[in-house]
């Protein structure tokens, strides 16, 4: 890669921020299995390394980075506790990592949200305060929120000690597998893959960091061509943890020092790749957690023969919407 006199900010987290996330993690978080398939490398005509965070607590990796963040909270913050805004994966991490540390946590969720979701959220203890997403602001409504009531807001991506938590799923990875030729890390945010890349170029400078995002919002590869974050509409793709409108400022730094690639997967390759995780390897997978699997199947040509590691990212997929997706009526 070329890079800019300009490209080089200091980076939001090095390798070191994410050793310290492992040690935080220790005993509290799982240390998802690696998983494989002879399947899925004739498939993929290559030998594939799945690291099973769907298998995480919560059924996502985002566990990792939300405790990690509550866990470097200072002792005026974790009396007062955290608000977040989410009505996915970050929220339901948010809620048990808060819950397993003792404090109070607010998460701001769309009315319209699934109750499956909302009740999942207030399961681990949380307290779910609703907004109208036509009408109201949720930022500014959160910004109150946090003010009035001094809580923490921890983004889903966009904050170093998120992004350094979500790199320890690669750490894992490259413990078990040694080094690897090509790394494939599912994108919304980038808060996955900053973290898998910090870690990917501190231990192994010659595997190939690659992120996999729908084809429908590709906001991140026309982010890294152009050099700076370019901003979309909200993207429609059953790819639901990764319809993100752009990158964040920290996310992006990191991205573009130290990320290869960027790939697209259409939805049709998602469905696939589900079903293929499904059926064969027996894994419960939702859409946005296949998208590095999908990428495998699709560049098999390119990719052939290589060493890959592909983070599985979560399963958090209604039973009715799982079986709609690989079996349309
Ligand atoms: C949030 C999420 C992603 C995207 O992660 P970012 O850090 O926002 O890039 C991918 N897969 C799943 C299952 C997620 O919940």
């Known amino acids: 890669m070329q890079h800019s006199v300009t490209d080089r900010v200091t980076p939001a987290i090095d390798y070191d921020d994410v050793l310290g ?50 866990d470097r909270f200072d002792d005026a913050q974790k ?25 109070r946590a607010v998460i701001v969720m769309p009315e319209d949200a ?11 203890g ?19 929120l946090a003010e009035r009531e001094g809580l923490t807001v921890v983004p ?17 990875l490259f413990d078990e597998t040694g080094e690897l030729d090509l790394l494939l890390v ?3 945010g980038g808060g996955l893959l900053s973290g898998c890349a910090t870690v990917a170029r501190a231990r192994y400078p010659n595997c190939r960091v690659v992120g996999v995002e729908p084809a429908a919002g590709n906001d991140a590869q026309q982010s890294l061509a152009r050099g700076a974050i370019v901003a979309i509409d909200t993207p429609r793709t059953i790819a639901d943890g990764a319809q993100t409108q752009a990158l964040g400022e920290l996310t992006f730094s990191v991205i573009r020092q130290r990320v290869d690639a960027i790939v697209t997967v259409s939805d049709a390759q998602l469905v696939d790749a589900m079903t293929f995780m499904a059926s064969r390897m ?19 040509d390119a990719w052939q023969g290589l060493r890959v590691g592909v983070i599985v990212s979560g399963g958090n997929v209604d039973p009715l919407r799982f079986a709609s997706l690989i079996a349309p009526a």
């Open 156 to 172: 889903p991506f966009n904050h170093p000690h998120v992004m350094a938590g979500q790199g320890t799923a690669a750490n894992e």
């Open 21 to 70: 996330a492992q040690r935080r993690l220790e005993g509290v978080a799982h240390r998802t299995p690696v998983l494989h398939s002879a399947c899925a490398d004739e498939k993929a005509q290559a030998r594939l390394h799945f690291k099973a965070e769907h298998l995480q607590r919560i059924g996502a990796f985002k566990f990792r980075g939300g405790y990690n963040a509550l």
């Open 282 to 300: 027996k894994q419960y997978v939702e859409p946005t957690g296949c998208l590095g699997v999908a990428a495998a199947f699709a560049n098999a």
């Open 79 to 103: 009396r007062a506790g955290v608000v977040a805004f989410s009505s996915g994966n970050h929220a339901q991490a948010i809620a048990l990592s808060a819950r397993l540390k003792g404090m």
């Open 126 to 144: 949380a307290e779910v305060v609703l907004y109208d997403r036509y009408t109201q602001d949720r930022e500014a409504l959160g910004r109150a």
């Open 114 to 124: 699934p109750e499956i979701k909302i009740a999942a959220t207030r399961g681990y």
């Open 186 to 188: 599912p994108l919304g």
